[in-house]
């Protein structure tokens, strides 16, 4: 079942946002009648989801576009670093996806076809600080990149630089030229997308920062400038806070849309999209522009595409376990290592000890999650624990710099079950944390089926289903939290609390309910 539909079947008119997903930093494109999606992954992995749609509002991912990332710090959790913001662009019958590492440099994967496979990373330009990457082809069959840089690596945050790249995207030409810095006018200035309407240059870049910033466009008659600038989309009167980083697409019936994410908090950064037009060479997008002819997102709009070919709609990510390979939606907090995991007719997942010597859910590269859909939901998950000695215990969590989880636990004295409370002490991507336990409950078995509830403002409460199937909730409402750059996240996890090699749990599905 879908948890949130932003417009229905038979709908005039859409809502946004259009998906209630942590898509942080969202490129789209269109190649004919077919639009593609990427965003940031950060420590999750495989990361940076590609997603599908011919209607711009209903999605369906199609891939991962990053299976892992080539360095050894990707073995463990590295939160906030690994992929941010990429683009994706369609060029020479080739598609293209660019990823800044922010602590290793700029790279970039192809493929013929956006359903993969997608090629190792090749890294572009090495080094610190490089942030939001973006290709530009022009028709005189030269090519360029832009990018931004990130203050927290190299304390610059307000400036854009164009390098000249080779066309095939194998190698940079020189080291960049400075093409706009007014710190004073844009304090932070990221996220740029470079683009070409008929004899002039654009490029779409947030300003003010991510909270309470707005979306700044710039215009030159070179790709290296000089260049104007203009607010376009700003807050206004709606409570779209932002609106910050997007992608500009126009669509075969000759009208032109721009998405862009909202912060949200513990949500995410969920994904709007904004009818645009065009005004004495300027981008004129939402609604109500004042008299500067900056306009303030939409609530609600006429469907972009009413006759679009086949709208490909995002399901709600239940999950059986068919095999043999895990679907899309779920991500480790690390690069997936084989025995850690397998999948036919249920979730296998081995119970190893940690690296970093704690089995802290915020340390282990094995934890497994998914991109919450909507605001609220339930997860129920039946697992089965297969344990070697006491401390082995698996569960359900919601990840972020507060947590929980609810475990079924084999102690000394037999089996329980086991609700934690876990909080991020220290916020770098090692990060450092404390686990507490709440409650203990005795379980007569190996087999338990367990729910959270996510509520409104991230409120968790945890239960599980008694031998009647009655449900028995447990009373602590738990708060979560977002993490570095992300929301929080449902998750499956199995572990030693002694941090021991143990035995496996087996997952026999996940389901979400509103």
């Not at 539909?5 to 077919?34: H, K, Q």
């Not at 019958?93 to 790279?107: K, S, T």
Request: with cysteine; aromatic share 12%; charged share 20%.
């Amino acid at each position: 079942m879908r948890l949130y539909d932003c417009a229905p079947p038979g709908a005039a008119a859409y809502e946004n946002p259009i998906l209630r997903m942590d898509l942080s930093d969202p490129d789209v494109i269109r190649v004919g009648e077919d639009y593609y999606l990427v965003a940031s992954s950060f420590t999750y992995l495989p990361g940076v989801p590609l997603f599908h749609s011919r209607d711009l509002l209903h999605w369906r991912q199609l891939a991962w576009c990053v299976a892992s990332l080539p360095f050894a710090r990707y073995a463990l959790p590295a939160h906030g670093a690994g992929t941010w913001a990429p683009a994706i662009r369609y060029h020479d019958g080739i598609f293209y996806v660019f990823v800044p590492l922010p602590d290793e440099g700029i790279f970039v994967t192809t493929a013929q076809d956006p359903a993969g496979p997608w090629s190792p990373l090749r890294c572009l330009w090495a080094g610190k600080g490089w942030i939001d990457p973006c290709p530009l082809w022009d028709d005189d069959g030269r090519a360029y990149l832009i990018h931004a840089y990130a203050r927290s690596r190299c304390g610059i945050k307000h400036r854009l630089d164009v390098c000249r790249m080779a066309p095939d995207a194998s190698r940079l030409l020189d080291g960049g030229t400075m093409v706009y810095n007014d710190p004073v006018r844009h304090p932070t200035l990221e996220g740029p997308k470079f683009y070409k309407r008929a004899k002039e240059y654009y490029i779409f870049a947030p300003a003010g920062g991510v909270g309470t910033g707005w979306q700044t466009v710039l215009r030159a008659q070179s790709p290296l400038g000089p260049y104007e600038d203009k607010i376009v989309l700003h807050q206004g009167k709606t409570d779209v806070n932002g609106p910050h980083q997007g992608a500009w697409v126009d669509a075969p019936d000759g009208g032109d849309w721009f998405f862009h994410f909202q912060d949200r908090g513990v949500y995410g950064r969920v994904l709007h999209l904004q009818p645009m037009s065009w005004r004495d060479g300027w981008p004129v997008m939402g609604e109500r522009p004042n008299l500067e002819g900056v306009g303030q997102p939409v609530k609600a709009f006429p469907l972009p595409l009413k006759n679009a070919p086949g709208a490909d709609f995002t399901p709600a990510n239940d999950d059986d376990f068919p095999g043999p390979e895990l679907a899309p939606p779920w991500q480790f907090q690390a690069n997936p290592q084989q025995e850690w995991y397998q999948v036919c007719k249920g979730l296998r997942l081995a119970i190893l000890p940690c690296a970093r010597g704690e089995s802290l859910l915020w340390y282990l590269p094995n934890v497994l999650s998914q991109l919450a859909q909507d605001w609220t939901y339930t997860m129920e998950v039946p697992v089965t624990l297969a344990a070697e000695g006491a401390g082995d215990e698996a569960g359900i969590a919601v990840l972020g710099h507060r947590y929980s989880a609810l475990a079924l636990h084999a102690g000394e004295g037999g089996n329980e079950l086991r609700l934690y409370r876990g909080t991020v002490t220290e916020r770098s991507a090692r990060g450092a944390a404390e686990e507490a336990l709440v409650r203990a409950i005795p379980w007569p078995g190996d087999r338990a089926t367990l729910r959270l509830h996510f509520g409104e403002g991230g409120s968790v409460t945890y239960g599980y289903l008694g031998p009647g199937g009655a449900e028995h909730l447990l009373p602590e409402a738990l708060p979560a939290a977002p993490s570095a750059w992300s929301a929080a996240r449902p998750a499956l996890f199995a572990r030693n609390l002694h941090n021991r090699p143990g035995g496996h749990a087996l997952f026999h599905r996940v389901t979400f309910t509103k």
